[in-house]
């Protein structure tokens, strides 16, 4: 007969096994029809009964599909961060778009300026209008979203090009994700921007890693400072500083799920 100790651990191990069993998983899939490849989440139990909040985020090459990463194996988990928040009732169900970036060209679509000493970047509000106009009608239509409940996030210049657009588009997104973002841009053009922005305060997730360098740190904690100068109440703004993370999808994977719990709270 096993010892109490073994017993115990057996125990412990079958609860987890049966807890691995017992969490319903989202879906993913692929949407026709587009210029660029676009992976859907849906949350588990997904139906006809209710409609759903939208997070659209950059580089969905690096979000769901290990084979497809930047670094091959190394990818946010984020339908698996997500099935875990909803599956614990952490966030509420929400449906995630992942828009592959466009290869050569993501430095100027991700960037709001032109960078004269890059010689490059510039073309951010064209593609917001690709995301607005042409994107989200085709979500809207073939899926049970919340069409007024739509967030962007994105890490890195897909972080810059989040905040840029949810400040710059207020009025179609609720709530911004810029983890690791880039604000080290054409001379920090982005805390200028948070200068002039007048408008509704998006709720905002912002993220750094400590092994990211001594300037992103700086960086990001001027951006979180120059939020709170312009507005932002300790329950629009959520900054996280992650002591071992660096630049990676690995490091941001770890910090997908708080992401996502705090831009989709439970109801």
């Not at 778009?97 to 960078?115: K, L, S």
């Not at 607005?132 to 962007?152: F, S």
């Not at 905040?163 to 053009?189: T, Y």
Request: proline letters at 6%; glycine letters at 8%; aromatic letters at 8%.
């Amino acid at each position: 007969m096993a010892s109490s100790p073994l017993r115990a651990t057996l125990k412990r191990v079958f609860r987890l096994e049966n807890r691995r069993r017992g969490v319903r998983r989202g879906t993913l899939e692929h949407l026709a029809g587009f210029p660029r490849i676009v992976t859907i989440y849906l949350p588990p139990g997904y139906d006809a009964a209710r409609r759903y909040p939208v997070l659209y985020m950059q580089d969905g090459q690096n979000l769901f599909e290990p084979q497809r990463a930047f670094v091959p194996g190394q990818h946010w988990r984020l339908a698996e961060a997500a099935d875990e928040a909803i599956n614990e009732r952490t966030a509420s169900p929400m449906i995630v778009v992942g828009v592959d970036h466009a290869g050569p060209a993501r430095i100027d679509e991700y960037t709001p300026t032109r960078d004269a000493k890059r010689k490059a970047g510039g073309k951010a509000d064209a593609y917001g209008r690709l995301l607005l106009e042409e994107l989200k009608p085709l979500i809207d239509a073939r899926y049970r979203t919340i069409a007024t409940d739509t967030a962007i996030g994105g890490s890195s210049l897909g972080g810059l090009v989040a905040l840029h657009l949810g400040l710059q588009r207020a009025d179609a997104f609720r709530a911004i994700a810029a983890l690791s973002p880039s604000v080290w841009w054409d001379d920090r053009a982005i805390l200028r921007e948070v200068d002039t922005f007048s408008g509704p305060r998006p709720r905002i997730w912002l993220d750094v890693g400590g092994r990211e360098g001594a300037e992103a740190l700086r960086d990001v904690r001027a951006l979180r400072d120059r939020l709170r100068a312009h507005g932002w109440s300790d329950d629009r703004l959520r900054t996280f500083e992650d002591r071992r993370g660096d630049h990676s999808e690995r490091a941001w994977a770890r910090r997908a799920r708080m992401m996502l719990e705090f831009l989709f709270p439970p109801s």
